[in-house]
Protein backbone atom coordinates (compact mmCIF):
# COMPACT_ATOMS: atom_id res chain seq x y z
CA UNK A 1 0.00 0.00 0.00
CA UNK A 2 1.98 3.42 -1.01
CA UNK A 3 1.44 5.87 1.63
CA UNK A 4 0.04 9.06 1.27
CA UNK A 5 0.17 11.77 3.78
CA UNK A 6 -3.02 13.88 5.25
CA UNK A 7 -2.47 16.89 3.25
CA UNK A 8 -5.75 17.35 1.56
CA UNK A 9 -6.09 21.21 2.81
CA UNK A 10 -3.17 22.06 1.02
CA UNK A 11 -3.59 20.43 -2.49
CA UNK A 12 -6.67 21.84 -4.13
CA UNK A 13 -4.32 24.83 -4.86
CA UNK A 14 -1.88 23.11 -6.47
CA UNK A 15 -4.43 20.56 -8.26
CA UNK A 16 -6.08 23.23 -9.81
CA UNK A 17 -2.87 25.46 -10.81
CA UNK A 18 -1.82 22.23 -12.71
CA UNK A 19 -5.24 22.12 -14.27
CA UNK A 20 -5.12 25.55 -15.12
CA UNK A 21 -2.05 25.99 -16.66
CA UNK A 22 -1.91 22.39 -18.58
CA UNK A 23 -5.01 23.61 -20.34
CA UNK A 24 -3.46 27.27 -21.16
CA UNK A 25 -0.51 25.61 -22.16
CA UNK A 26 -1.81 23.65 -24.42
CA UNK A 27 -3.92 26.66 -25.99
CA UNK A 28 -1.04 28.78 -26.47
CA UNK A 29 0.65 26.70 -28.30
CA UNK A 30 -1.99 26.27 -30.99
CA UNK A 31 -0.57 30.17 -31.67
CA UNK A 32 2.86 29.09 -31.80
CA UNK A 33 4.05 30.89 -34.91
CA UNK A 34 7.01 29.28 -37.43
CA UNK A 35 9.25 30.88 -39.85
CA UNK A 36 8.47 30.39 -43.27
CA UNK A 37 10.59 31.16 -46.51
CA UNK A 38 12.24 29.12 -49.12
CA UNK A 39 15.85 30.43 -48.70
CA UNK A 40 17.71 31.36 -45.53
CA UNK A 41 17.41 35.29 -46.24
CA UNK A 42 13.26 34.88 -46.40
CA UNK A 43 13.34 32.99 -43.23
CA UNK A 44 15.54 35.54 -41.47
CA UNK A 45 13.24 37.90 -42.57
CA UNK A 46 10.30 35.89 -41.49
CA UNK A 47 11.87 34.98 -37.55
CA UNK A 48 11.63 39.56 -37.10
CA UNK A 49 8.51 39.40 -38.93
CA UNK A 50 6.78 36.53 -36.43
CA UNK A 51 9.13 37.89 -33.17
CA UNK A 52 7.01 40.28 -31.33
CA UNK A 53 4.14 36.68 -31.44
CA UNK A 54 6.54 34.86 -30.41
CA UNK A 55 7.15 36.83 -27.78
CA UNK A 56 4.13 36.90 -26.06
CA UNK A 57 3.68 33.07 -26.45
CA UNK A 58 6.93 32.08 -25.48
CA UNK A 59 6.66 34.49 -22.23
CA UNK A 60 3.24 32.88 -21.63
CA UNK A 61 4.66 29.11 -22.24
CA UNK A 62 7.43 30.24 -19.29
CA UNK A 63 4.53 31.13 -17.10
CA UNK A 64 2.96 27.81 -16.64
CA UNK A 65 6.21 25.98 -17.00
CA UNK A 66 6.80 27.88 -13.60
CA UNK A 67 3.26 27.61 -12.38
CA UNK A 68 3.59 23.44 -13.09
CA UNK A 69 7.25 23.19 -11.71
CA UNK A 70 6.22 25.03 -8.46
CA UNK A 71 3.13 22.95 -7.85
CA UNK A 72 5.10 19.69 -8.75
CA UNK A 73 7.19 21.12 -6.39
CA UNK A 74 4.38 21.76 -3.35
CA UNK A 75 2.97 18.56 -4.37
CA UNK A 76 6.17 16.19 -3.23
CA UNK A 77 5.43 16.87 0.41
CA UNK A 78 2.64 14.13 -0.11
CA UNK A 79 4.61 11.81 -0.45
CA UNK A 80 7.56 12.30 1.80
CA UNK A 81 9.05 8.57 1.50
CA UNK A 82 8.66 7.54 -2.01
CA UNK A 83 12.04 7.47 -3.70
CA UNK A 84 10.33 7.88 -6.79
CA UNK A 85 8.46 11.10 -6.22
CA UNK A 86 11.68 12.32 -5.17
CA UNK A 87 13.47 11.51 -7.89
CA UNK A 88 10.88 13.17 -10.52
CA UNK A 89 10.91 16.22 -8.67
CA UNK A 90 14.57 16.91 -9.05
CA UNK A 91 14.57 15.62 -11.88
CA UNK A 92 11.60 17.51 -13.19
CA UNK A 93 13.41 20.61 -11.79
CA UNK A 94 16.16 20.46 -13.77
CA UNK A 95 14.23 20.22 -16.96
CA UNK A 96 11.97 22.98 -16.33
CA UNK A 97 15.47 24.85 -16.04
CA UNK A 98 16.12 23.28 -19.41
CA UNK A 99 13.00 24.66 -20.78
CA UNK A 100 12.62 28.07 -19.66
CA UNK A 101 16.09 28.62 -21.07
CA UNK A 102 14.93 27.42 -24.67
CA UNK A 103 11.82 29.32 -24.23
CA UNK A 104 14.04 32.26 -23.67
CA UNK A 105 16.65 31.44 -26.61
CA UNK A 106 13.51 31.32 -29.17
CA UNK A 107 11.33 34.15 -27.84
CA UNK A 108 13.59 36.95 -26.47
CA UNK A 109 16.97 36.36 -27.80
CA UNK A 110 16.18 35.43 -31.37
CA UNK A 111 14.06 38.30 -32.15
CA UNK A 112 16.74 40.52 -30.63
CA UNK A 113 19.46 39.40 -32.17
CA UNK A 114 17.71 39.79 -35.37
CA UNK A 115 16.43 43.27 -34.94
CA UNK A 116 19.95 44.41 -33.72
CA UNK A 117 22.09 42.21 -36.76
CA UNK A 118 20.21 42.82 -39.81
CA UNK A 119 20.48 46.52 -39.69
CA UNK A 120 24.17 46.13 -39.26
CA UNK A 121 25.37 43.69 -41.34
CA UNK A 122 25.96 44.33 -45.11
CA UNK A 123 24.43 40.97 -46.51
CA UNK A 124 21.78 39.11 -44.52
CA UNK A 125 23.74 35.65 -44.63
CA UNK A 126 26.44 37.64 -42.20
CA UNK A 127 23.52 36.96 -39.38
CA UNK A 128 22.97 33.86 -40.44
CA UNK A 129 25.48 31.52 -38.33
CA UNK A 130 24.59 33.13 -35.24
CA UNK A 131 21.32 32.42 -35.63
CA UNK A 132 21.81 29.06 -36.37
CA UNK A 133 23.43 28.83 -33.35
CA UNK A 134 20.64 29.97 -31.12
CA UNK A 135 18.69 27.66 -32.95
CA UNK A 136 21.03 25.06 -31.91
CA UNK A 137 20.69 25.81 -28.32
CA UNK A 138 17.00 26.60 -28.44
CA UNK A 139 16.94 22.68 -29.91
CA UNK A 140 19.31 21.02 -27.45
CA UNK A 141 17.66 22.59 -24.40
CA UNK A 142 14.21 21.61 -25.49
CA UNK A 143 15.66 18.10 -26.06
CA UNK A 144 16.95 17.75 -23.18
CA UNK A 145 14.12 18.77 -21.53
CA UNK A 146 11.32 17.19 -22.86
CA UNK A 147 13.51 13.90 -21.96
CA UNK A 148 13.69 14.93 -18.37
CA UNK A 149 9.98 15.64 -17.94
CA UNK A 150 8.60 12.75 -19.99
CA UNK A 151 11.16 10.43 -17.10
CA UNK A 152 10.00 12.90 -13.91
CA UNK A 153 6.40 11.95 -15.51
CA UNK A 154 7.38 8.59 -15.99
CA UNK A 155 8.90 8.43 -12.58
CA UNK A 156 5.74 10.09 -10.68
CA UNK A 157 3.17 7.98 -12.09
CA UNK A 158 4.91 4.79 -11.00
CA UNK A 159 4.15 6.12 -7.86
CA UNK A 160 0.56 7.16 -8.17
CA UNK A 161 -0.30 4.02 -10.28
CA UNK A 162 -0.07 2.07 -6.75
CA UNK A 163 -3.10 4.40 -5.48
CA UNK A 164 -6.75 2.41 -5.33
CA UNK A 165 -8.52 5.18 -6.22
CA UNK A 166 -9.45 4.78 -10.59
CA UNK A 167 -8.56 8.71 -11.59
CA UNK A 168 -5.52 7.76 -9.68
CA UNK A 169 -4.58 4.37 -11.65
CA UNK A 170 -5.47 6.29 -15.18
CA UNK A 171 -3.15 9.36 -14.02
CA UNK A 172 -0.18 6.58 -13.43
CA UNK A 173 -1.02 4.51 -15.83
CA UNK A 174 -1.27 7.21 -18.70
CA UNK A 175 2.12 8.69 -17.43
CA UNK A 176 4.15 6.24 -17.38
CA UNK A 177 2.85 5.20 -21.01
CA UNK A 178 3.12 8.75 -22.41
CA UNK A 179 6.51 9.23 -20.28
CA UNK A 180 7.70 6.54 -21.99
CA UNK A 181 6.56 6.95 -25.50
CA UNK A 182 7.94 10.54 -25.57
CA UNK A 183 11.28 9.26 -24.64
CA UNK A 184 11.52 6.51 -27.34
CA UNK A 185 9.69 8.58 -29.88
CA UNK A 186 12.06 11.80 -28.96
CA UNK A 187 15.25 9.48 -28.79
CA UNK A 188 14.08 7.34 -31.71
CA UNK A 189 14.44 10.74 -33.97
CA UNK A 190 10.56 10.21 -35.02
CA UNK A 191 9.88 13.91 -33.41
CA UNK A 192 11.40 17.23 -34.34
CA UNK A 193 10.43 19.76 -31.64
CA UNK A 194 9.92 22.39 -34.36
CA UNK A 195 6.77 24.40 -33.12
CA UNK A 196 4.21 21.59 -34.15
CA UNK A 197 6.21 18.94 -32.41
CA UNK A 198 7.17 20.69 -29.48
CA UNK A 199 3.26 21.53 -29.33
CA UNK A 200 2.34 17.42 -29.67
CA UNK A 201 4.72 16.99 -26.16
CA UNK A 202 3.38 19.97 -24.33
CA UNK A 203 -0.08 18.37 -25.58
CA UNK A 204 1.00 14.67 -23.82
CA UNK A 205 2.39 16.46 -20.82
CA UNK A 206 -0.72 18.68 -20.05
CA UNK A 207 -3.26 15.84 -20.29
CA UNK A 208 -0.91 14.29 -17.11
CA UNK A 209 -1.06 17.44 -15.50
CA UNK A 210 -4.60 17.67 -15.62
CA UNK A 211 -5.41 14.15 -14.77
CA UNK A 212 -2.78 14.82 -11.72
CA UNK A 213 -4.61 18.01 -10.51
CA UNK A 214 -8.24 16.65 -11.13
CA UNK A 215 -6.84 13.34 -8.83
CA UNK A 216 -5.50 15.97 -6.29
CA UNK A 217 -8.56 18.05 -6.15
CA UNK A 218 -10.63 15.07 -5.98
CA UNK A 219 -8.93 13.93 -2.64
CA UNK A 220 -8.03 16.87 -0.93
CA UNK A 221 -12.42 16.89 -1.37
CA UNK A 222 -13.30 13.87 0.06
CA UNK A 223 -14.93 12.89 2.87
CA UNK A 224 -13.11 10.62 5.29
CA UNK A 225 -9.82 10.06 6.46
CA UNK A 226 -7.35 9.45 3.82
CA UNK A 227 -3.54 9.66 5.36
CA UNK A 228 -3.06 6.32 3.62
CA UNK A 229 -4.61 5.56 0.61
Request: net charge positive; proline share 3%; hydrophobic share 60%.
Amino acid sequence: MSTFTHTRNTLVLPGITLISAGVLAAAVMMLHPEASGAGAEARLQSLVAISSLSMHVHLAMIVFTIAVWLSLAYAVRAWPASGWVWAASRLYSIAAVAMLGAALISGFVMGAYLSRALPAVPAIEYALPSALLAFSANQVLAGFSTVLMSLAILLWSAEVVRHRQLLARVCGIYGITAGTMCIVVYSGGMLSLNASGMTVVVFVHAIWYCLLGSWLVAWSAADGNNSAV
